[in-house]
Every structure is written in structure tokens, then in C-alpha cells.
């Protein structure tokens, strides 16, 4: 499971030092493997009370209007 701490780590490395990271699309893999880009990004308060995790981020996707070639390289960054 990702947090907001992690994922904003992740990103800053990618977008601060890398101008290639900062202009990339953001994609996100099904399980069935069919890419989807983001549309929204959105931060939800849980109502369950007690609950540990109060809020949550959540990203909307949408099938990938426009497909990209096929992948040459890929670093898993967490």
C-alpha cells in the first residue's frame, strides 16, 4: 500500500531532477494490464469513525485516449 509521503517523495524525485520525469504522461496499469491516464485526483474523508485511516487520495482514470508505443526500458521506483 502507497501513502501521500511516499508518493510525493517518489514524484519529487522524478519531476525536481529530471526534466524528462517533469514533462512525462502519468499512466496507471490495470491488473489485466490495459493502461489508464488520470483525469482527476481527488482527497476523500473517510465517514467511518474510529477508523485509522481518516482520508484517502484518489485517482480517477479513463482508458488511455491515445496509445503510446511500446516500452523500451522501465525502473521500478518503490
Partial sequence: ?????????????LIKKSEV????????????????????????ENMVIGQFETHRIVLKTEPERHKMSKVIRSNQLI
Fill in 1 to 13: 500500500m502507497l501513502n501521500g509521503k511516499t508518493l510525493t517523495r517518489v514524484l519529487d524525485k
Fill in 21 to 44: 520525469g517533469a514533462n512525462a504522461r502519468i499512466q496507471v496499469q490495470m491488473p489485466n494490464g490495459d493502461l489508464h491516464d488520470i483525469t482527476e485526483v481527488r482527497l476523500m
